[in-house]
């Protein structure tokens, strides 16, 4: 029976991530879950989710594992043309980028740990070591970087591993996409119901200068906009 209690305890933390996400739970929540997941269930010591900002640089808002990591990393930001660059430098399978340390020699950045006792020998994890798992929506669009490091065994990951961990990667692409298809839903609701009130509330009223001055109040705020200029064409 062991092996079928082993496989519960696999797939009990995918099961929970699945139900929050639709359930519509906080995106935040999800990416915790997911993390924590890689954590526990994949094997690594620090797992950590970025998703791609409307200013294309990748933001880490989720951090699973040791504390130390999780200071340095969390809300740090890296331009989508950094990682572009380093996933170049990568050697790809799937949707997995390994990047062995070195490779990019004293370019290299981000959270290090201290792996000195480890000797360097084939199949071993070294301490610059790399491996990210790209998060795409069902369209295929890219939306973050699943990131981890420092493998229980201290061995580079086998495929079984790498497998495991592109499911947890497809499953944080789909709470990401989840998460962004809900903020659009909700933007569109709110401009719709602001232009809305904006609308009736100038309907009534006939003069020129007071209808421009109540529109331009009513749709800066629906813009979230500090300045708004409205041209009058006679």
Same mark, same amino acid.
């Given at each position: 029976?062991?092996?079928?209690?082993?496989?519960? +305890?696999?797939?009990?933390?995918?099961?929970?991530?699945?139900?929050?996400?639709?359930?519509?739970?906080?995106?935040?929540?999800?990416?915790? *879950?997911? @993390?924590?997941?890689?954590?526990?269930?994949?094997?690594?010591?620090?797992?950590? =989710? #970025?998703?791609?900002?409307?200013?294309?640089?990748?933001? =880490?808002?989720? *951090?699973?594992?040791?504390?130390? &990591?999780?200071?340095?990393?969390?809300? @740090?930001? *890296?331009?989508?043309?950094?990682?572009?660059?380093? /996933?170049?430098?990568?050697?790809? #399978?799937?949707?997995?980028?390994?990047?062995?340390?070195? !490779? /990019?020699?004293?370019?290299?950045?981000?959270? =290090?740990?201290?792996?000195?006792?480890?000797?360097?020998?084939?199949?071993?994890?070294?301490?610059?070591?790399?491996?990210?798992?790209?998060?795409? #929506? %069902?369209?295929?669009?890219?939306?973050? *970087?699943?990131?981890? +490091?420092? %493998?229980?065994?201290?061995?580079?990951?086998? &495929?079984?591993? $790498?497998?495991?961990?592109?499911?947890?990667?497809?499953?944080?692409?789909?709470?990401?996409?989840?998460? $962004?298809?809900?903020?659009?839903?909700?933007?569109?609701?709110?401009?719709?119901?602001?232009?809305?009130?904006?609308?009736?509330?100038?309907?009534?009223?006939?003069? %020129? &200068?007071?209808?421009?001055?109540?529109? &331009?109040?009513?749709?800066?705020?629906?813009? !979230?906009?500090? @300045?708004?200029?409205? !041209?009058?064409?006679?």
């Amino acid at each position: 029976m062991a092996p079928v209690r082993h496989e519960v +305890d696999l797939f009990r933390p995918m099961y929970q991530i699945i139900r929050r996400i639709n359930l519509g739970v906080d995106v935040h929540t999800v990416l915790s *879950v997911l @993390t924590q997941g890689v954590v526990d269930v994949v094997g690594f010591q620090v797992a950590a =989710i #970025s998703w791609l900002t409307d200013a294309l640089d990748f933001e =880490i808002v989720s *951090v699973a594992g040791r504390d130390d &990591a999780r200071e340095q990393l969390m809300g @740090t930001r *890296v331009s989508l043309a950094e990682m572009e660059a380093e /996933l170049r430098a990568s050697d790809q #399978s799937g949707c997995l980028f390994f990047l062995p340390a070195g !490779r /990019l020699g004293e370019d290299a950045g981000g959270w =290090i740990p201290d792996v000195s006792d480890v000797a360097p020998q084939p199949g071993k994890w070294l301490g610059e070591d790399t491996l990210r798992c790209l998060l795409r #929506s %069902p369209e295929g669009e890219l939306l973050g *970087v699943l990131s981890v +490091d420092l %493998p229980d065994d201290g061995l580079r990951p086998t &495929a079984a591993r $790498r497998e495991l961990l592109e499911m947890y990667a497809d499953l944080a692409g789909l709470a990401l996409n989840q998460a $962004r298809r809900a903020t659009a839903l909700e933007e569109r609701v709110r401009l719709s119901g602001a232009v809305q009130a904006a609308l009736l509330s100038t309907d009534a009223d006939h003069d %020129p &200068a007071r209808l421009v001055a109540t529109s &331009a109040s009513a749709f800066s705020s629906v813009l !979230r906009a500090s @300045t708004l200029w409205v !041209r009058v064409i006679d």
